[in-house]
Nanobody, 125 residues
């Protein structure tokens, strides 16, 4: 069983930055590097939406249009997967989830097997 755990959320003013981290416990004999990782977010009253994803070895990334140029997903060996959030806007306020899966990092949330509990990001205007 893979269990992602997110951290790094908080309250920040518009234009500010945060860095979210995702670590995961994995089955014996496996490595976190065996899994693609994605970030999704869910604002109150809205559906969970794709934010960014990265392949297992970190060579390919994908971003939602709404965050492209402001957010950066990264990973390095077995260190946490990071989501750097810059130029934050009030509409970025949401609960941010880390998800992992084997295979290609697709945007469909139903294709992701393992989910964390989320970390809250609140951006004040």
């Amino acid at each position: 069983q893979v269990q992602p755990v997110e951290s790094g959320g908080g309250v920040v003013q518009a234009g500010g930055s945060l860095r979210l981290s995702c670590v995961a416990s994995v089955p014996s004999g496996r490595s976190f590097r065996d899994y693609a990782v994605a970030w999704f977010r869910q604002a109150p009253g809205k559906e969970r939406e794709f934010v960014a994803a990265i392949t297992s070895i970190g060579t390919t990334t994908d971003y939602a249009e709404s965050v492209k140029g402001r957010f950066t997903i990264s990973r390095d060996n077995n260190k946490p997967v990071y989501l750097q959030l810059n130029s934050l806007k009030p509409e970025d306020t949401a609960l941010y989830y880390c998800a992992s899966r084997t295979g290609w990092p697709v945007r469909d949330l139903h294709e992701w097997n393992y989910w964390g509990q989320g970390t809250q990001v609140t951006v004040s205007s």
